[in-house]
């Protein structure tokens, strides 16, 4: 288990409403995810203008492990997409994956 | 997307005692969060004297993403007030936001 | 809240079949893990030669805070014993511990 660059990833989390999970999971896919992991999960927050509040029972929590370009490209969608009319915070940080050749 | 100095933050992830959610809940907003995200878990830790392990469906897994400053102020309010009676881990990482000006 | 050398860990993400739940729970505490926080997860992944899909409602995803070495020895271990058979994603990274004397 080195430390060996080629296993670098980026870990994109994506945290929104729970009502748009399939049209998400559909632009994870087209955009070059190979796999993500979803959670239910529920808490508060908010974001832009429209400051809203999310519902405590219809969130869900996305990872994705992907290239540092993928998860660009999924960022930028995401957010040109969604962030005016969902309640999403998106992040990232780097991991080091075991076997990485399929992400 | 770039790593802009500007758009990293502090995650903050606090795994505890579901017994205790509502009032962590009040802190974390007192202490500056502008929001979290919390997930139902379970498992199993040893800390402190109490040795405790944890029940096994009663966990919750509480994520911040804050200010550096702010993840040092919930830490230091947590460790203080619940390390001693309650089973609880903390640790921050930090990460990307995207769009971070409300976090 | 010092960023002190001796505060990090590593937190080991573990993403697989909920089947192999309790023998993995085995292998990690054998392995030197001092806890581990469990969550249900669904979602969809593909590796290695089986390509196989992940069910969407059978998978756990296991976080384990632990020294470099204990991380390295679970995640050797569980390459050698269950990607050959098991879908199974693992990830690490570098995170700071509150009180780590424990993990």
Redesign the interface.
Known sequence: ?RADIDHM?K?L?I?TEAAIESTL?RDLERLGA???????????????VRNAG?DASS?I?I?V?CSADT??AI??H??QHY?ANYAM???????????PE??
Chains 1, 2, 3 share one sequence.
């Open positions: 288990m990833r870990l989390t945290v999971v190979h796999g993500y992991t979803i959670t239910e999960a529920r808490g508060k927050g908010s974001r832009g999310w969130n929590r990872e492990v998860a660009a960022a930028a995401l957010q962030y915070i998106i992040f990232m940080s780097d991991v080091e994956v075991l076997r399929k992400f």
